[in-house]
């Protein structure tokens, strides 16, 4: 059974940087994957990164690409999202999710954790 807690958001400035966690149980368990996905209210849930689990490699979303950095903690099953540089545009609650396909489509994710809130303001 696939369990996902994020952690890590809150209020920050623009340029500024805050740094998400996923703790995982069960992800290993024949998923390709994990990702990071966002949704601002109005708005549909969109994917923001993804690692994929037999070798790390990663992929973004175009708009976080050289801001936002996807990485893990085999150790502590826990895969993290590093935001530098936030903007306004970055506010959003932040989910993590076990993925079947880096395909960056929501139905190629799930169990979802049940989400962060970011919000970057002055």
């Known amino acids: 059974q696939v369990h996902l807690l994020e952690s890590g958001g809150g209020l920050v400035q623009p340029g500024g940087s805050l740094r998400l966690s996923c703790a995982a149980s069960?992800?290993?368990?024949?998923?390709?994957?994990m990702g990071w996905f966002r949704q601002a209210p109005g708005k549909e849930r969109e994917g923001v990164s993804c690692l994929t689990i037999s070798d790390g490699s990663t992929s973004y979303h175009e708009s976080v690409k050289g801001r936002f950095t996807v990485s893990r903690d085999n150790a502590k099953n826990t895969m993290y999202l590093q935001m530098n540089n936030l903007k306004p545009e970055d506010t959003a609650v932040y989910y993590c999710a076990a993925a079947r396909s880096c395909a960056m489509s929501v139905r190629n994710f799930g169990p979802w954790g049940q989400g962060t809130q970011v919000t970057v303001s002055s």
């Open positions: 069960g992800v290993s368990l024949g998923y390709y994957g």
